[in-house]
């Protein structure tokens, strides 16, 4: 007992580790089809900023470097320069809604048709491997 940990503490440690490299991520896969959020304001601003900034500094690669001066720009701007930003980050939003619903609405209807295909690739998949798995029976038969 050198190291201090008992033989108990020791098995949990490695059933621990086994159970978490046996672990997938418990998010769900993301639909392409589904509308994407809409950029704050800030996010808006920095768009702009962006191309300024490199017009300024063309020699400038790192995205870190930008990222700060646009934070210290953007914390500087008075809420009447924010204005305009927070005017166009608010119609992206009403946009953004609004293609939600629609997105919704499909997701309601649609998804019969979707789960027939999918059943269809399993089965197709399913006898893909069975006859895959019948010619590796029939080459060892020749041996």
Do not use: C, I
């Not at 008992?6 to 392409?32: F, Q, T």
């Not at 589904?34 to 020699?59: L, N």
């Not at 870190?64 to 119609?91: F, H, I, Q, R």
């Amino acid at each position: 007992m050198k190291g201090g940990k008992s033989k108990s503490e020791m098995k949990s440690a490695k059933l621990n580790v086994k159970s978490k490299a046996g672990k997938k991520s418990g998010k769900a896969a993301k639909d392409p089809n589904k509308p994407k959020r809409p950029a704050s304001a800030f996010f808006v601003f920095m768009e702009d900023f962006r191309e300024q900034y490199k017009k300024e500094h063309p020699k400038n690669k790192s995205v870190a470097a930008v990222g700060k001066a646009g934070g210290d720009k953007w914390k500087s701007l008075s809420e009447t320069e924010k204005a305009p930003y927070v005017a166009k980050a608010e119609k992206r939003k009403a946009e953004y809604e609004k293609n939600m619903k629609a997105y919704n609405k499909r997701q309601a209807e649609g998804p019969k048709d979707e789960d027939v295909e999918s059943e269809k690739s399993v089965s197709e998949v399913n006898d893909d491997e069975d006859d895959e798995e019948g010619s590796e029976d029939q080459e060892d038969d020749d041996e």
